[in-house]
C-alpha cells in the first residue's frame, strides 16, 4: 500500500512540474490533456494493480500494523519525574540532617497530560531516631500539601 500511495504522491508531483513548466498559453490545452491521460493512466495502473480500497468504508478487514507508544511515554515520563523528585526530596531532608533509607514516589499521569504525586513513603532505618512532622513537612512543601506523605521504619 505505501508503494501505491508513493506512486500517487510522485505522480501528483509530476503533474504539479509539468504544469508549472508549461511553454505558452498556445499549448495549454493540449498540455492539459495530455497531463490529465497521464495522471489518469498511472492511476488507474495503481488502482488495478490489487489497491485494497477496503479501509474507506471502515472495514475491519483493513489491517494496518500500529503502535501506540502513549502509554510508554507516560511511564517513561513518570520514571524520570519520580527520580527527579526523589533527588530533590534527598537533598532537601539531607541539608536538615534527615537522612532517609530509601524514599518511594508515587506519580500519575491523568489522561489530560497533567503530572501528579500521588504519595510520597519515606523509609527509616529507625523511626524513632527522626522528627517526622519535620520529615513530612519539608517533604509536602516541595511536593504540595495535598500529596500523601508516610514516614515508615524498614
Known sequence: MND???NISITA?????IKALMP???FEKQLRLIIS??????????FSKGFDLSFLNGDESFNCEY?????????MTAE????????GIRSLLNEKGIYPEKIYI???ISDNDCISIIEVRLIFRNTEEINEG?????????VGYKTEVTVEEG
Open 134 to 142: 519535620e520529615a513530612i513537612r519539608l517533604v509536602k512543601s516541595l
Open 80 to 87: 524520570e519525574t519520580a527520580k527527579n523528585l526523589n533527588k
Open 13 to 17: 508531483i509530476l503533474t504539479g512540474i
Open 106 to 108: 508515587d506519580t500519575n
Open 37 to 46: 491521460l497521464f495522471f489518469i493512466i498511472v492511476t488507474t495502473g495503481i
Open 4 to 6: 501505491m500511495l508513493f
Open 24 to 26: 505558452s498559453e498556445k
Open 67 to 75: 503502535n501506540d507508544y502513549t502509554s510508554v511515554i507516560y511511564d
